[in-house]
């Protein structure tokens, strides 16, 4: 079954205590992506990738970071998590970016729900 | 100034309604335009891309009006499982994919 995997589904961690997010997909898309969803805000992307080893900022990246080697994975890390970093998080896949049309369109993870206290 | 504003509504409507929601986008070079729903907290998932001719799916009709840079989407006789939030999204320099913060419809019986 063609998805996108995200681990974990929930998290409950302290302020400062690194932590990574998975994400996987099996559907050999060049283009991945991370997300946050926060009441009223709508998502936001923090990073994306454009193919294996090629990554780059979204509109909110402080206090993330993100590695891309391997196509299928695309995991996203907290070094030092704090309060303001508790969301919702998505991370998604796309064939391709940058070909208009429906090879843009983006496949989502599950979520991730991620409370920093 | 957000990239993509919608109503956030609620649009509450009883079965069988039409409902329309608009969405607007700053950058006149955006790309690619969808439509995705997204329920109680749960992934979005693709409705349905937008394209510059409109198009049509079941009871779905999705319109892009570039010169006002706005998106639609209409829904006809609504049912009770159309309810949820509709996000537009908007794609352009490539790689970045902008999200409006939803428009909520509840369909009542």
């Known amino acids: 079954e063609a998805q996108v995997t995200q681990n974990p589904r929930y998290l409950i961690t302290v302020t400062g205590k690194k932590l990574t997010v998975t994400c996987s997909q099996n559907m050999n898309h060049e283009y991945m992506s991370w997300y946050r969803q926060d009441p009223g805000l709508g998502l936001r992307q923090i990073y994306y990738s454009m193919n294996v080893e090629v990554t780059d900022k979204g509109d909110v990246p402080e206090g993330y970071k993100v590695s891309r080697k391997e196509k299928r994975n695309f995991p996203l890390i907290l070094e030092s998590p704090s309060p303001n970093q508790t969301s919702l998080y998505f991370c998604a896949s796309s064939p391709k970016a940058g070909h208009p049309g429906r090879n843009t369109e983006a496949f989502f993870g599950q979520g991730t729900r991620l409370t920093v206290v | 100034r957000k990239e993509v504003e919608q109503d956030p509504g609620p649009f509450n409507v009883p079965e069988g309604a039409t409902v329309a929601f608009n969405c607007t986008y700053s950058?006149?070079?955006?790309?690619?335009f969808f439509w995705y729903r997204q329920d109680c907290r749960k992934e979005p998932k693709l409705l349905m891309s937008?394209?510059?001719s409109g198009n049509e799916d079941g009871r779905f009709t999705a319109q892009l009006n570039r010169a006002s840079q706005y998106i639609s989407l209409l829904i006809r006789d609504s049912k009770l499982s159309d309810s949820a939030t509709y996000l537009c999204?908007?794609?352009?320099?490539?790689?970045?994919?902008?999200f409006g913060s939803g428009t909520k419809l509840n369909v009542k019986p």
């Open positions: 999204v908007v794609n352009f320099n490539f790689n970045k994919f902008y």
């Open positions: 950058n006149s070079a955006s790309q690619s």
């Open positions: 937008v394209y510059s």
